[in-house]
Antibody, heavy 119, light 108 residues
């Protein structure tokens, strides 16, 4: 089955760290760029970060730049988001999403993992 | 950073009616780098349109997209009950992407 499964979300204190994971299956992971997108409770979608097929090019939203690091392991079909210096405003449902192979668009999404930053 | 502004915020329509959703970019955006998504409550977003006007796999023909300068439009020709949802546009600029704030299409 073609799918993305996120994990790692939990409650964390402000200033803390967290590592999210996304397990890909059913498709050739190394052929695709990937993104993390988040959605705060009751709010819209916010792109967080993206990575190209081999991991040598990453991009970040201004809101997380310098605090979050995205990486991937094509050998294990895994995607990661290392989140440091977490803030209350980072509270959200975090989705990983597959970028289309030859067009711009995210054509496969996981169900998300919830990160809550609270004291 | 390119800002996408969607309008209206909420669209109240009846099944069978035509829905026209707008997405305006703050600066030039290539048509190839504009996508539309649909999100229903409790679900992940679903890709509808890529390249401003190409339907994604499995998307019904009643969904169409168009572009004119910095203005992008998503049209649903005849709303089905399952089309009532929130719709987002998204652009790809250099190494960053941004989403619009969303348009909710609700049943009138």
């Amino acid at each position: 089955e073609v799918q993305l499964v996120e994990s790692g979300g939990r409650v964390v204190r402000p200033g803390g760290s967290l590592r999210l994971s996304c397990a890909a299956s059913g498709f050739t992971f190394r052929h695709h760029g990937m993104s993390w997108v988040r959605q705060a409770p009751g709010k819209g979608l916010e792109w967080v970060s993206g990575i190209n097929w081999n991991g040598d090019n990453t991009g970040y939203a201004d809101s997380v730049k310098g605090r979050f690091t995205m990486s991937r392991d094509n050998a294990t079909n895994s995607l990661y988001l290392q989140m440091n210096s977490l803030r209350v405003e980072d509270t959200a449902l975090y989705y990983c999403a597959r970028e289309m192979f030859d067009h711009y668009g995210m054509d496969l999404w996981g169900q998300g993992t919830t990160v809550t930053v609270s004291s | 950073e390119i800002v996408l502004t969607q309008s209206p915020g909420t669209l109240s329509l009846s099944p069978g009616e035509r829905a026209t959703l707008s997405c305006r970019a703050s600066q030039s955006v290539s048509s190839t780098s504009l996508a539309w998504y649909q999100q229903k409550p409790g679900q992940a977003p679903r890709l509808l349109i890529y390249g401003a006007s190409s339907r994604a796999t499995g998307i019904p023909a009643r969904f169409s997209g168009s572009a004119s300068g910095t203005e992008f439009t998503l049209t649903v020709s005849k709303l089905e009950p399952e089309d009532f949802a929130v719709y987002y546009c998204q652009q790809y600029g250099s190494s960053r992407r941004t989403f619009g704030q969303g348009t909710k299409v609700e049943i009138k």
